[in-house]
């Protein structure tokens, strides 16, 4: 019981690098995410099992904390339904949710897993970020990198994806 005292946070996770000569459990973990491709990003939060997977790919994407308009413009930028349409009030109030901002509310607040709601893709397919990356995608963001974990520094990225 000691680790549910941790409040859940929401965390974007972006994929950064390709998995050619990545070893096969990075690979696995990357399809359990849904991150097919580089530039697909997904949201997840802080529970122990994501963290575990989060530190197999380390390597291979970035991740942080997210703020409210950081997820709100995910999902009205680049949130899909399934067959690529995209994400309507019509289909919020049938999944219970009055806008976008609510839905956004109930992420941050980690009462939904947007993977989870129905008929809704998991992954939210992002351009490259604008002026490119800053430093090289093999290094560690704490290395002047981009993989690995970046905090509150994510919404950057995410703003110049999206």
């Known amino acids: 019981m000691a680790q549910q005292t941790e409040e859940c946070k ?5 994929r950064v ?27 997840v939060d802080t529970r122990p099992a994501y963290k575990g997977m989060l530190q197999r790919v380390n390597d291979y994407v970035t991740w942080g904390e997210p703020t409210k308009e950081t997820i709100i413009a ?4 680049r949130g ?3 067959g690529g349409k ?9 999944a219970d949710y009055k806008s976008i901002d609510e839905l956004a509310d109930a992420i941050m607040a ?9 008929d809704v893709e998991p992954r939210f397919k992002l351009h490259p970020p604008s002026k490119g ?17 970046r905090g509150e520094a994510i919404n950057d990225l995410v703003k110049r994806m999206v």
């Not at 995209?86 to 049938?94: A, G, P």
């Not at 980690?110 to 129905?118: D, R």
């Open 133 to 149: 990356y800053k430093g090289k995608t093999k290094k560690g963001y704490r290395s002047g990198g981009e993989a690995g974990y």
């Open 110 to 118: 980690c009462k939904v897993q947007y993977s989870k709601l129905p």
């Open 17 to 43: 690098r390709g998995t050619v000569s990545a070893q096969r459990e990075a690979r696995a973990t990357l399809d359990l995410l849904h991150l097919g491709h580089t530039n697909h990003a997904v949201l």
């Open 10 to 14: 929401p965390l974007v996770v972006v």
């Open 74 to 77: 995910m999902l009205q930028k």
């Open 86 to 94: 995209e994400l309507t009030d019509e289909y919020l109030q049938k």
């Open 80 to 82: 899909r339904l399934a």
